[in-house]
């Protein structure tokens, strides 16, 4: 069975997100980056059908960012995480979240891996 990785990278999402009375007060900007790995039964044919679509996730993860708060990357990178393991054909998943505005210096960040 064939394996393909399926990248999205530098999603950026304007959401609620952290513990900090500054991060309550308003929503701020997040990179999501979202590999996946996808198994097929056999080498897929060219048709958006037989593949994972990442519209999907990315349409998802729109919708999660726009839900509510959320305190910490680490549960932002769990529902990410969640999200793509929905279909069956994604057996790996490495979600990564990227604070962009907390420090003039550095950006900070939180990576995950799961495993079907």
Do not use: N, W
């Not at 097929?40 to 994972?52: C, G, L, N, T, W």
């Not at 729109?62 to 549960?75: S, V």
């Amino acid at each position: 069975m064939p394996d393909y990785d399926i990248c999205l990278d530098g999603l950026e999402v304007s959401i609620g997100l952290g513990i900090h009375p500054a991060e309550r007060a308003a929503p701020q900007r997040v990179t999501l980056d979202v590999a996946m790995t996808c198994r097929y039964p056999a080498r897929p044919e060219d048709r958006i059908d037989a593949v994972v679509d990442y519209d999907f996730l990315r349409t998802r993860i729109l919708t999660l960012a726009a839900a509510g708060h959320i305190e910490l990357q680490e549960t932002l990178c769990e529902e990410v995480a969640t999200l793509a393991l929905a279909d069956p054909r994604v057996v790996h998943v490495r979600v990564r979240s990227t604070k962009l505005d907390i420090y003039p210096d550095a950006r900070i960040g939180c990576e995950i891996t799961r495993t079907r």
